[in-house]
């Protein structure tokens, strides 16, 4: 087993051969994953999670769905949540704009950032930031439409683990939202935390 | 005043200056209308529904929201709202690959080779579609996630109006969702129709 620590505010790609599984743990709970995966041989087909909800019909991720590619394939399989089914597909990935919209003026690490580093990293420029899955991020939406995020109940060790169903790079983000705003409460009071992913 | 008929199952795309408001009407009604908008002079910038709804926090456009692009900068207004608030942002661009999952196995219409067909016309290749705002669409998000669409209750000559906030392409489509998908309810029962657009 395969094991990496993502730093906190941070972002790591990783591979996942098809048929081998990735595990993302919150050690200290309360901590947005935002995840993005790709196909490693043609990183232009990536994880949308908007193909994935029209074909689940749920727009919160469950233990036992799929998720499709934007040309609605299989990526990948989530075969075990260990967190209770506290997961988001709605929230873009923060980007430094995001901090900007709510008056932050100095730069901020973010996201979009991290997962342009960390592709970087393998080689592949990123033009477009893919709509991320976020796990152990809590929203909802009310029967009026309005997008809510209350306060995060994910405790410390929660998990989820993913079974790739072709081979694929996986991003995981350690979201550094860190600003209080009012009803939308993404991560731990305390400030971000690390995670940690296994490749099983 | 200038007026385009968008033919039932088609795509057109037409530049909307800064300042100036595009209407989008269903003379039969119950037609989804999918929405694209770029920026007229870097069609890398796009209008994308995850950004916009996490700053109206709401799923649903609502008349007074403004819709961003995916670099968080406003690009329309939708100034006027003459269709009840039955439009969605949940629901990706059909594609051919949709019908496929349906067991659709022939060619068939799509909103993704509209847009990038629409486009093309006006000299841009499209590599990326981008999520759609769908007018007249009737969908609904219960407490529990599920994502649903029940019967679309638009009337003939429903209409919105949007307010260019720069200097836009707009593409709009004639989804040609057809198939009798039991709960998944897009277009009138007696198949897809024409739409209006005008420029004001």
């Given at each position: 087993?395969?094991?990496?620590?993502?730093?906190a505010?941070?972002?790591?790609?990783?591979?996942?051969?098809?048929?081998?599984?990735?595990?993302?743990?919150?050690?200290k709970?309360q901590q947005?994953?935002?995840?993005?995966?790709?196909?490693?041989?043609?990183?232009?087909?990536?994880?949308?999670?908007?193909?994935?909800?029209?074909?689940?019909?749920?727009?919160?991720?469950?233990?036992?769905?799929?998720?499709?590619?934007?040309?609605?394939?299989?990526?990948?399989?989530?075969?075990?949540?260990?967190?209770?089914?506290?997961?988001?597909?709605?929230?873009?990935?923060?980007?430094?704009?995001?901090?900007?919209?709510?008056?932050?003026?100095?730069?901020?690490?973010?996201?979009?950032?991290?997962?342009?580093?960390?592709?970087?990293?393998?080689?592949?420029?990123?033009?477009?930031?893919?709509?991320?899955?976020?796990?152990?991020?809590?929203?909802?939406?009310?029967?009026?439409?309005?997008?809510?995020?209350?306060?995060?109940?994910?405790?410390?060790?929660?998990?989820?683990?993913?079974?790739?169903?072709?081979?694929?790079?996986?991003?995981?983000?350690?979201?550094?939202?860190d600003?209080?705003?009012?009803?939308?409460?993404?991560n731990a009071a305390g400030g971000p935390s690390?995670?940690?992913?296994?490749?099983?």
């Amino acid at each position: 087993m395969e094991r990496h620590e993502v730093a906190a505010r941070s972002g790591l790609a990783v591979r996942l051969p098809e048929g081998r599984r990735l595990r993302i743990i919150t050690p200290k709970g309360q901590q947005a994953a935002d995840f993005f995966a790709y196909r490693a041989d043609q990183v232009g087909e990536w994880l949308s999670p908007t193909h994935t909800w029209v074909t689940t019909r749920s727009v919160r991720p469950r233990q036992g769905d799929t998720f499709l590619s934007r040309f609605r394939r299989p990526m990948a399989d989530f075969v075990e949540d260990g967190a209770g089914g506290v997961h988001d597909m709605m929230i873009a990935a923060c980007d430094q704009g995001r901090y900007e919209q709510f008056g932050h003026r100095a730069a901020h690490a973010n996201c979009s950032d991290n997962l342009r580093n960390a592709m970087q990293r393998l080689g592949h420029p990123i033009e477009v930031i893919p709509q991320p899955v976020n796990f152990f991020t809590n929203t909802a939406v009310e029967a009026n439409g309005a997008l809510v995020s209350p306060p995060n109940p994910v405790k410390p060790g929660a998990y989820v683990e993913l079974l790739a169903r072709m081979d694929l790079i996986c991003v995981v983000s350690s979201c550094p939202f860190d600003l209080q705003v009012p009803g939308w409460t993404i991560n731990a009071a305390g400030g971000p935390s690390e995670l940690l992913i296994e490749l099983r």
